[in-house]
């Protein structure tokens, strides 16, 4: 087989399949040998070049011109006319919202509706994430044992989710549904006989976000992030479209739930398979906000992401014809030697922990990043404090099969609840 560009495909490229287990189980791992021989290479499977260190996939992100993000959201697996049919009876039309806009549109509105994001501004949500993640440790610590995703952090940052963009609380557990079935329908494989049941529960998310935010037009007033962009667009109209906001409606929840979400359970794992670096954030919690940057550098929740090459150029010596399309392996330039020296050592204290590219780079670098950070150090503060003594479960691991999104979709823990903290000095 050969590229586009008429060069040989290596055995090994050819091979590459990131619905495979191996990408799944850890991303990083599965493509060592593409960062340490050939960084960038094309996979026919996938009909994508494939980056994976750090210093080419940062070069991608600095020019968002060369490099569009038109791609970030569309469909990885192209789906099947039976599907294509469903969604189109929802009248199903998810289009630009942030991330996958290109310039001169994207810049104005990133401006426009960046001021929720303000650290003062966040600092307002701070006590209803603390009050829930209390409430949820309440239900289960006497147990002595909890799957910690089914029973807390998925529900916590749909909650803050919604919170944050406005959206009523009545609906969660459709919601629930609705955003795993987008996540497939996007970045995943889903085979021919469930692509027609993802279509539907895709179609329903998306009706269900026009009806919530005609709801909110009603009361622009009202807080959230949603709101501000309905009295933006009445400013704005042309930057503030209909079609960002039904859009954003949509995929603003799964931006701000499932990243997070999955972040926090691969970070509680990762340091529980680590039960020395444990103990010492448990005796110095004052180590949380960088050993949240280091979980988020060695094992982020988004594995990868993409972009579309708009004229012929050039990366790390390999030359790419406009219409490439790239995966860009975030995960796997975090573990790039070049830029993290040790990069598979997990190490809470690392000075540049924050490099890591997980929340991407440059213009469409994550909005909600300190969002984001705000809830882990909250779940790790109040995980450390109260169940110190807690240890991860004989357990497989399994995730959603798809390129970016990841998150174990289970982690069970356990304690002896006798010894609980608080039982002593309650
Ligand atoms: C963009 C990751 C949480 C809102 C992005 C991008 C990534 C990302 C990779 C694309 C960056 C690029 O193209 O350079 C994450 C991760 C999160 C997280 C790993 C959690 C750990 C959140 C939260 C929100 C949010 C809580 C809140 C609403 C956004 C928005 C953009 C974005 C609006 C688009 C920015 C733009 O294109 O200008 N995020 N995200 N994210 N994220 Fe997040």
């Known amino acids: 087989e050969r590229t586009p560009t008429g060069c040989p495909v290596s055995q090994r490229a050819a091979g590459f399949d990131p619905f495979e287990d191996g990408y799944q189980q850890d991303p990083p791992e599965y493509v060592r040998w593409a960062r340490e021989q050939e960084p960038i290479f094309y996979s026919p499977k996938l ?121 009523p609380e009545e609906d969660m557990d459709t919601l629930r549904k609705y955003s795993i079935a987008h996540t497939v329908n996007t970045w995943g494989r889903p085979k021919p006989e469930e692509q027609v049941a993802v279509a539907h529960a895709v179609g329903n998310f998306w009706q269900y976000a026009g009806k919530v935010l005609a709801k909110m037009r009603q009361d622009p007033d009202a807080p959230g992030w949603m709101q501000y962009g309905i009295r933006k667009q009445m400013q704005h109209p042309d930057v503030v479209t209909d079609s960002y906001l039904h859009s954003m409606m949509m995929a603003g929840i799964v931006a701000a739930h499932e990243t997070t979400a999955n972040a926090t359970a691969n970070a509680v794992k990762l340091l529980l398979q680590h039960p020395q670096v444990w103990r010492e954030l448990c005796e110095d919690p004052g180590l949380i906000p960088n050993a949240v940057e280091e979980c988020l550098r060695h094992n982020g929740s988004v594995a990868a992401w993409r972009r579309m090459v708009t004229k012929d150029t050039q990366v790390g010596g390999v030359d790419l014809p406009a219409g490439s399309r790239l995966l860009i392996v975030t995960s796997s330039a975090n573990h790039d030697e070049g830029h993290f020296s040790d990069a598979d050592l997990f190490d809470i204290r690392r000075d540049n922990a924050s490099d890591h590219l997980t929340f991407g780079y440059g213009s469409h670098q994550c909005m909600g990043k300190n969002l984001a950070r705000m809830e882990m150090q909250i779940f790790l503060e109040e995980f450390t404090r109260r169940l110190p003594h807690m240890r991860l479960s004989e357990q497989r691991f399994t995730y959603v099969p798809n390129t970016s999104f990841r998150g174990p979709e289970h982690l069970w823990v356990e304690w002896d609840p006798a010894a609980n903290p608080e039982r002593r000095n309650p």
Do not use: C
Not at 139 to 144: A, H, K, N, P, S
């Open 47 to 167: 009909g994508y070049w494939v980056l994976t260190r750090y210093e080419d996939i940062k070069a991608v992100f600095r020019d968002n011109i060369t490099f569009s993000p038109s791609i970030a959201l569309e469909k990885i697996t192209p789906t099947g006319e039976e599907a294509n049919a469903v969604l189109a009876s929802y009248g199903f039309a998810l289009n630009r919202t942030l991330v996958n806009e290109d310039e001169p549109a994207h810049m104005p509105r990133r401006r426009a509706l960046m001021d929720p994001f303000t650290p003062e501004a966040l600092k307002h949500h701070e006590p209803m994430v603390r009050e829930l993640a209390r409430e949820y440790v309440d239900r289960f610590i006497d147990d002595g044992r909890a799957d910690l995703v089914d029973q807390m952090l998925w529900e916590i940052p749909l909650t803050v989710a919604l919170h944050f963009l406005g959206v």
